[in-house]
Structures are given as structure tokens and as C-alpha cells.
């Protein structure tokens, strides 16, 4: 949370910079966010490897601050206050091997991943006469885990994420197509089983945007 907090001050600081007008606005969007992991058993007794993938369909919103220099080049950063989830799921396990009943590998497990506090730098730079311009910026933004485990817990992780896309402009109005790729995680739960999860995510986002 704290290099969260630090990438909105960075940005707002790098913007009022800039010699041009502040625009502000907000913007929808829609889209599917595209995701796969495999989770890796850390007991002696079990070594296994799930793998699991989710295309999650997802509508959005941002709040965004932007300013356009003198060469038609736009710099600016947004910010989505609501989580887009990655995706969920649940197993039931039983074990009747064991020795001893309390040590039984048992239990109903579920869990849950999202993106949360998505901030993007971005830069909007025009081709043509027509408004249209190229997009590319950096995303910023945490992986906020669920689950209901019987002795462990994995914490949430910040990652960062590289976006590309087209947009066209008219007026204060905008509307944007555009690739996002997250890097990779890995993350071990703390407490009872050392488990360990890696996945990966990306994301393609359709984006109209009005400006003030």
C-alpha cells in the first residue's frame, strides 16, 4: 500500500509539472480479464500441482487527472477505486490415510484473487489530423487474496502491469482500446502448509472517458 500511495503522489506531482491545463473526468469501461495459476502443495505427504484458468468479464470505472502539452502529447494518471476480480474458486478435500484424524488433510478450501487500487500512468500520442492517437502507460496495482484455508494464508502482493492501445479523441470526449500484461506473481501462504501459488494475468479493456 505504501508504494500505492507513493506512485499517486509521484504522478500528481509529475502532471502539475507540465505547462498546459489540468483536465479532469472520469471514465466506464468493459472488458475480460484473462487469468491462469498453479498452486503447489508444500507437505510431505502431498507434492501435488493444481493449475486453473478464468476469462472474468468485468465493467469498470476511474477517476483520471491529464494534461495536454504544447507538442499534442497527453500525460496523465487514473485511478480505479472499485476491485476487478481475477477469479474464485473451492475444493473439498478428504483423507482417510492418515494415522491420526487431527492430521488428516481435510476440509472444504476456497479462494478468491482481485486487483485492487489500479493506478495508471499513461500517454496518449497522435497520429493524423482526425484525433486519433496511440496509448502506452504502466499499470500499478495490488493482488488482494480471499481464502478459507484450514492453517494457512497467503497476503496480498503489488505488481506492476504494461499497457498498449489506440484511442480517438474528440472533443473532451474520449473513447480507448487497449492490451494490459501483468507480470507474473509467486507467493507462499504463511502458517501450517507452506503452499505456494504462481499465476499470471492480462487483461484487454474497451474505455470511454469524458473530460472537464
Do not use: C, W
Amino acid at each position: 500500500m505504501k508504494k500505492i500511495l507513493g506512485v499517486i503522489i509521484a504522478s500528481f506531482l509529475l502532471i502539475s509539472t507540465a505547462k498546459a491545463e489540468m483536465t479532469y473526468g472520469f471514465g466506464l469501461m468493459t472488458g475480460q480479464v484473462s487469468s491462469s495459476g498453479t498452486e503447489t502443495e508444500g507437505t510431505a505427504a502431498d507434492t501435488s500441482v493444481r493449475s486453473k484458468s478464468f476469462d472474468e468479464f468485468f465493467l469498470g470505472a476511474d477517476i483520471f487527472a491529464e494534461k495536454e502539452l504544447v507538442n499534442g502529447v497527453s500525460i496523465g494518471v487514473s485511478y480505479v477505486p472499485v476491485d476487478v476480480e481475477l477469479g474464485s474458486g473451492k475444493r473439498t478435500d478428504s483423507s482417510a490415510g492418515a494415522d491420526d484424524t487431527s492430521e488428516a488433510d481435510t476440509g472444504t478450501r476456497s479462494a478468491s484473487a482481485d486487483l485492487s487500487n489500479l493506478i495508471t500512468l499513461y500517454g496518449n500520442f497522435p497520429f493524423g489530423d482526425n484525433g486519433a492517437y496511440g496509448l502506452a502507460g504502466m499499470h500499478f496495482v495490488t493482488v488482494s487474496t480471499s481464502e478459507t484455508l484450514p492453517n494457512s494464508s497467503y497476503s496480498d502482493e503489488d505488481i506492476y502491469g504494461a499497457l498498449i492501445g489506440i484511442g480517438k479523441k474528440t472533443g473532451k470526449s474520449k473513447i480507448e482500446l487497449f492490451y494490459s500484461d501483468f507480470e507474473d506473481i509467486s507467493i507462499s501462504s504463511s502458517g501450517g502448509n507452506t503452499n505456494k501459488v504462481t499465476a499470471d494475468a492480462d487483461a484487454l479493456t474497451l474505455r470511454l472517458s469524458l473530460g472537464f
